[in-house]
């Protein structure tokens, strides 16, 4: 009981924080404020490549995305998508697959009806949709959605805004005695061609509550610029990302300070971080670091947490640093499991502490924690459950007996 009512709290906290928006449906997935805010990501394979592509999603799934998005750029790519989506319910993997388009998304939905059919949304972007034609093309694609009844993400992004609205705001701009910069400029012209976009779709004929806004930028001042502009003149589900986020710890930092920075103002709906994996490289990674942005803010709750301290000169021994990493490693396998046989796991707090100056008071303050002794010369190790100490460890089975001691704790109490 305790545990759940820590998770409603933080679901209580996060609505209250939210902006105001109504609520769009993707697949079986509700966005908006009155809901959590959804991780998604986007699979980085051929889609053509049938099994690959199958197998990627099953894996994005398993860690946590809740919604899929899959480049969908010509004929061979719309054949495969309903086979994808076929080969996914197979193995009762039920998750939303996205349709990205580019160009000639107005030419793929119409040939392939079966492609529109079997996606759970359109992601459209407005600078990319034809020039001449832009409107008639948009169209196209909104009509589409309109027949087979999905939302559309109407994805505006710096690197491809409409160079027709850009052009006609710089025009504007430069009449003005004391004209804006041109970073302000485009930024307007964004949040510009979203709402126009937007308004157009509704005119066509799509529901108010089927359509998702989001304003790409790599910056995370012009992100945090630009989605509180957008923020303020809608109440239309925002989807937030910087896109080409970068790689490693540039992607991770940069995309966390901007994310963070807005959601703290409760605006997002759905998030995904775009980072840019390392050749051959494990592309859950954008799923972890947005499930840990949004449970590091309190919004949402998705694996427990391990605390552990960073080790000075009074921790010369390692046996707190293996016993951190190795309960991380084990949580990691386990929550696929674990999420199914012991709902509310994901709010478990584990400290994993290296020597006694703050380690005993760490581990009281969660929910199961063991504070090492520092140099490791007398391996004591006092635990702390639910902040009463319960025995102290002793010996070389410190992390197997500890091990135990945290299946012990998660069985009795979220069976």
């Not at 703290?264 to 942005?293: C, F, H, K, N, W």
């Not at 010369?377 to 135990?404: S, W």
């Amino acid at each position: 009981m305790k545990n759940a009512i820590l998770k409603f709290g933080v679901w209580e906290r996060s609505k209250k924080l939210r902006r105001k928006t109504v609520t769009a449906k993707v697949g079986n997935i509700s966005i908006g404020s009155d809901h959590p805010v959804v991780v998604q990501s986007m699979t980085n394979t051929d889609t053509s490549d049938v099994k690959r592509t199958v197998w990627q999603i099953k894996d994005l799934a398993a860690a946590g995305s809740e919604l899929v998005r899959v480049t969908v750029n010509n004929d061979s790519a719309a054949k495969a998508v309903p086979l994808i989506i076929e080969n996914l319910e197979k193995q009762n993997i039920r998750i939303p697959v996205i349709g990205d388009f580019h160009y000639n998304g107005h030419l793929l939905l119409t040939k392939y009806p079966v492609c529109a059919e079997s996606l759970a949304k359109y992601r459209i972007n407005p600078g990319n949709v034809g020039t001449k034609t832009r409107d008639k093309n948009f169209t196209t694609i909104v009509e589409q959605a309109i027949n087979f009844q999905k939302p559309i993400r109407i994805g505006v992004n710096w690197g491809s805004l409409d160079k027709q609205i850009l052009t006609e705001m710089m025009d504007e701009n430069s009449k003005h005695i004391h004209p804006l910069p041109a970073r302000d400029v485009t930024i307007n012209a964004m949040v510009e061609s979203a709402l126009r976009s937007a308004l157009l779709a509704e005119n066509v004929g799509i529901a108010h509550n089927m359509i998702i806004l989001s304003a790409k930028v790599s910056g995370v001042q012009d992100l945090i610029t630009v989605y509180r502009q957008l923020a303020g003149k809608c109440e239309y589900p925002l989807h937030l990302g910087l896109t080409e986020a970068g790689m490693g710890n540039k992607g991770i930092i940069a995309s966390t300070a901007g994310l963070s920075a807005l959601l703290q103002e409760g605006i997002g709906d759905t998030i995904r971080v775009s980072l840019t994996p390392q050749p051959g490289g494990d592309r859950r990674e954008e799923v972890y670091v947005a499930q840990q942005i949004l449970q590091s803010l309190e919004l949402r709750s998705f694996t427990p947490q391990v605390t552990a301290c960073p080790g000075c000169g009074r921790t010369t021994s390692t046996l707190f640093q293996k016993l951190a990493d190795d309960i991380n490693t084990y949580i990691k396998e386990q929550m696929p499991s674990w999420r199914i046989q012991y709902p509310g796991v994901e709010a478990l707090n584990v400290a994993v502490m290296g020597c006694v100056v703050n380690g005993p008071g760490e581990s009281k303050h969660a929910n199961i924690g063991i504070s090492l002794p520092g140099t490791g010369e007398d391996p004591k190790a006092p635990v702390y459950i639910d902040g009463t100490h319960a025995t102290t460890l002793k010996g070389e089975h410190i992390a197997e007996e500890f091990q135990k001691l945290l299946n012990d704790y998660i069985v009795k109490n979220y069976s």
